[in-house]
C-alpha cells in the first residue's frame, strides 16, 4: 500500500516561509485530488488546501485562512505533494499532513511534520 511520508516542517518566525513536500511511495498519477490538512493544539484536524489534476490543468483550493499566502502544487514524476507556505503566523502551528480527503482519506496517515511558528 502506498506511504506517505511528510517533511520541510521546522521552528520559523512568523513571517517567514517554509516548504513543506509530501511523498508517496508510490505513483499518484491517478490520484486525481490530494491535499494538505494540519492538526493545531487541541484542535481537530482541518483542510488546508487541495490540488487538483483534469487532464493538463492543475486546480488549487484553498481554505481561507491560508489563501495567498500558501500554495499548493505536485509534480506527479515524482509522486510528490508541495505546499510553499509564506507569511508564516503563530496560528499555522500545526502538524501537517497530506492525503486525498479529510473525512474519508484513501490512504493511511502519515506522521505529518511539525510546523511551530513563534510571534
Known amino acids: 500500500q502506498v506511504q506517505l511520508v511528510e517533511s520541510g516542517g521546522g521552528l520559523v518566525q512568523a513571517g517567514g516561509s517554509l516548504r513543506l513536500s509530501c511523498a508517496a511511495s508510490?505513483?499518484?498519477?491517478?490520484?486525481?485530488?490530494m491535499g494538505w490538512y494540519r492538526r493545531a493544539p487541541r484542535k481537530q484536524r482541518e483542510f488546508v488546501a487541495r490540488i487538483t489534476n483534469l487532464g493538463s490543468t492543475n486546480y488549487a483550493a484553498y481554505a481561507d485562512s491560508v489563501k495567498g499566502r500558501f500554495t499548493i502544487s505536485r509534480d506527479n514524476a515524482k509522486n510528490t505533494v508541495y505546499l510553499q507556505m509564506n507569511s508564516l503566523k503563530p496560528e499555522d502551528t500545526a502538524v501537517y499532513y497530506c492525503?486525498?480527503?479529510?473525512?474519508?482519506?484513501?490512504?493511511?496517515w502519515g506522521q505529518g511534520t511539525q510546523v511551530t511558528v513563534s510571534s
Open positions: 492525503n486525498t480527503d479529510l473525512n474519508a482519506p484513501y490512504y493511511p
Open positions: 508510490g505513483s499518484i498519477f491517478n490520484i486525481n485530488t
